[in-house]
């Protein structure tokens, strides 16, 4: 059995969790917690820059980001799935990339408040990495993706960044963003791995 690397509020564990449920293979990985601030946790063996999520596969390989583990997860169910072949697969990766890329600048904003004392912050780093965030969700605003029957791995990131500005941002997003709080609840009633992952803040 594949070994997932993992904890609960990561939105890019979460990912991986929703994709292997989409493509039939979650009960071929166990998911098992991470601690980032222990030094004795295997991961930094596993992945040597200490993050999650990380795959390890029964021959001992891991995988490491969560790109490069849908894309394996997609391979192992066949292919084309998850990731489209062809020019569709590129507009998969680039809305995956945008996503991510949000989640990237969120996940620096809740470490600058969590590990930073408040008088040692810099508002001008903050205010960058805010700025990315709007950015990026106003243009997911005024272009809401399609959602598949199946969907692909950059309409699961999206509902992973949309999860993940509840968990951490109490949900603020939902009364600027309405054509994205529409998508999101679409999704959640479409696939039941969203809800199934989700945890409380």
């Known amino acids: 059995m594949m070994i997932l690397r993992s904890s609960p509020a990561s939105p890019f564990g979460r990912k991986v969790r929703i994709a292997a449920a989409v493509l039939g293979l979650d009960g071929q990985i166990d998911v098992r917690a991470t601690d980032l601030d222990s030094e004795s946790d295997s991961i930094r ?7 999650i999520p990380a795959l390890v596969l029964e021959n001992g390989t891991a995988y490491y980001d969560s790109r490069v583990i849908v894309e394996y997860l997609d391979h192992l169910a066949g292919g084309g799935r998850i990731i489209p072949r062809g020019e569709a697969r590129f507009e998969t990766l680039r809305l995956q990339a945008l996503c991510d890329g949000i989640l990237d600048a969120c996940l620096m904003l809740v470490y600058e408040n969590r590990f930073r004392p408040e008088d040692k912050r810099v508002s ?3 205010d960058r990495q805010g700025g990315k965030v709007a950015r990026g969700m106003a243009a997911l605003e005024a272009s809401p993706p399609p959602l598949d029957a199946v969907p692909d791995v950059g309409q699961i990131s999206l509902a992973c960044l949309l999860g993940y500005r509840d968990l951490r941002f109490a949900g603020t997003w939902r009364k600027e963003y309405p054509r994205l709080l529409a998508w999101h609840d679409k999704f959640d009633a479409q696939v039941p791995s969203f809800a199934a992952t989700k945890i409380s803040p």
């Open 45 to 51: 063996v596993e992945n040597p820059l200490g993050k």
């Open 124 to 126: 001008a780093w903050t």
